[in-house]
């Protein structure tokens, strides 16, 4: 049964989770990234549920530690933080909130990919959609001119019509 103590411990330790920020891009919360499945308080402790945004994924530990220190900045002294790769992550899964910040850092959200059925995910070895708008001037004639970026998840391109340079998330 959930008391109303209880109840107040779990918004808050979901509260810290939600605050912890993405390590590659800082601009957003893991939250916004939608790579947070779920924050669970009991009497053992805290466990964080997080899927990466891909099996690699480099900054996993950076990822499990920072949730690991905002909560025990915040008190939470057993802290679990668990990895899982089902369903896996897609680019769906960024909130609205996150798009928007991640525009206003300049860098073009990607476009949404689902519904998507189980299975293998589908691979596609074209050129990506021509119409990716500026972040900046919200022109659509923007242009690829390297398919990665500075993470595995970013391209880069260019508009013609502001002349400058920005990054594009993947839509995975």
Known sequence: MVTE??????????????????PEMPMLTLDDL??????????????VTITPTYLGC???GVMRDDLRASLGA?????????????????????????RRKLTEAGIAP???????????????????????????CGSPSTEEFSRFGPTACTALRRCPACREPFEHMKAI
């Open 110 to 136: 990607p476009d949404g990919v689902s519904p998507r059925s189980t299975g293998p995910i589908p691979l596609t070895l074209t050129a990506p959609s021509p119409a990716v708008r500026c972040p900046r």
């Open 5 to 22: 103590t209880n109840s107040a411990v779990r918004a808050d330790a979901r509260g810290v989770v939600a605050q912890v920020v993405d």
């Open 74 to 98: 915040a008190g939470y002294t057993h802290v679990d933080v668990r990895t899982v790769f089902s369903p896996p992550w897609t680019t769906d899964w960024i909130s609205p909130a996150g």
């Open 58 to 60: 480099p900054a996993i």
């Open 34 to 47: 939608g790579v947070v499945r779920g924050v669970v308080v009991d009497v053992d402790g805290v466990t």
